[in-house]
């Protein structure tokens, strides 16, 4: 059975809207590595319709080795208002999410990596379908914006990884304590 790893970037205030305000300044060889890294035993990406087109923006004119990476994954994107996922090796979900994650968890092979933080996010974990929670605390006060969690049931969690980055970022990785 594959693990579903949430990963998201986060300001040392919660916010997880519109990184690109405050966590590119923190991005630097020593993270694009470490993230590379984090990557080594992900096959797939799992993105509700936003994240995709942010990525799908923004990854195909890059040449990092991160962004070679990016590129070449199997992509399974959750909408049900795109009509096409054009990036390449992307798949259009447009079924039940819950469904379709159980079932590509299920099967076996390389881990599963969930970017974003939006209802699909919020369904996995409604429905104890993330394995891990990787987050990537930045050390800003970004002031505004879209909080990590919307509201919702308890889940305790247990530390599994800390890892602190040149630029103060500070990986944390945790496991739901209950299955």
């Known amino acids: 059975m594959r693990k579903v790893i ?3 970037l986060v300001s040392a205030d919660g ?3 519109d990184p690109g305000q405050w966590a590119l300044d923190y991005r630097d060889a020593g ?3 470490d993230t590379l890294h984090r990557l080594g035993d992900i096959g797939s990406m799992l993105l509700g319709r936003g994240t995709y087109q942010l990525f799908a923006a923004t990854w195909p004119g890059q040449t990092s080795d ?3 990476r990016m590129n070449s ?3 399974y994107v959750f909408s049900s208002s795109l009509d096409r996922a054009g990036w390449a090796n992307s798949t259009l979900v447009r079924g039940d999410a819950v469904t379709e994650v159980t079932r590509l968890r299920e099967q076996d092979g390389p881990d599963l990596v969930l970017y974003g933080h939006g209802r699909l996010a919020q369904a996995l974990r409604e429905h104890g379908l993330i394995d ?3 987050f990537a605390i930045h050390p800003v006060l970004a002031g505004r914006g879209q909080l990590l969690f919307q509201a919702g049931g308890k ?3 247990i530390l599994i990884g800390a890892e602190t980055l040149g ?3 500070v990986v944390l990785s945790y496991r739901p304590a209950s299955p």
Do not use: D, N
């Open 31 to 33: 993270v694009e590595k």
């Open 167 to 169: 630029t103060g970022i």
């Open 15 to 17: 916010v997880v809207s």
């Open 132 to 134: 891990e929670f990787r």
């Open 155 to 157: 889940t305790p969690l």
């Open 73 to 75: 994954m199997r992509k």
């Open 6 to 8: 949430q990963s998201v």
């Open 66 to 68: 991160f962004a070679a």
